[in-house]
């Protein structure tokens, strides 16, 4: 894994060097027209990949601890929830979008729309196309402001923060897709390390 690294950083320096620019850094006395400073290169790029994997896995060890413990590991909060106490330290949490007063609320809450939703498809018995029609006919739109779809709908409402009233952090049902968790040789999470 290490060669596949160094390739990709010795890629741009020898493109550099076809082109007839070589690299060299003053404050490290470091010229890549000698064996010497390629050599000096090539420790400062481990040095620079080993602070990176060390920052890695600390921040990622900071995540997995937080959501251990029960609060947000960040991100984007699921469709219907919001996150109470954001930018507290320690202190954020996952709860659902529902008005935080007692009296009449003029805001539509994302709990609003999914409670809709729910009614226009079990108790009307309408089909996602039809219930996200309704929906944008209403004035309830997406949480970026767009017309709800079919596909979008029902994903929001078969999401696991919608049935279950959980979020999962590392899911290994997402393995395999372009951000999805990174699986071990046994099939659960990989531990947070190097890539």
């Known amino acids: 894994m290490q060669d596949l690294r160094d390739r990709v ?19 490290k006395n470091i010229d890549n027209t000698t064996e010497d400073g390629e050599a000096a290169m090539r420790e400062e790029a481990n040095y620079a990949f080993k602070e990176y994997t060390r920052i890695r896995v600390r921040t990622q060890s900071g995540i997995q601890e937080k959501a251990e413990e029960g609060g947000h590991p960040g ?32 805001v539509i ?31 309830m739109r997406t949480r970026t402001g767009r017309l709800w779809t079919a596909g979008n709908l029902r994903r929001r409402m078969q999401s696991k923060a919608i049935q279950e009233a959980r979020m999962v952090y590392r899911n290994p049902e997402t393995a395999g897709r372009k951000n999805g968790t990174k699986l071990g040789l046994d099939g659960s999470p990989r531990p947070t390390g190097p890539a």
Request: hydrophobic share 40%; net charge negative.
């Open 75 to 106: 991100g984007t909060a699921p469709y219907g929830w919001r996150i109470q106490d954001q930018g507290k330290r320690g202190e954020s949490r996952l709860t659902l979008d529902v008005c935080p007063s007692d009296g009449h609320c003029t």
């Open 109 to 139: 809450h994302e709990t609003d729309v999914l409670e809709r939703a729910w009614h226009l498809v079990v108790i009307e018995s309408k089909n996602c196309r039809k219930t996200a029609m309704a929906l944008n006919a209403e004035g």
């Open 9 to 27: 950083f010795w890629r741009w320096v020898w493109e550099l060097q076809d082109l007839g620019v070589f690299v060299a850094v003053v404050d």
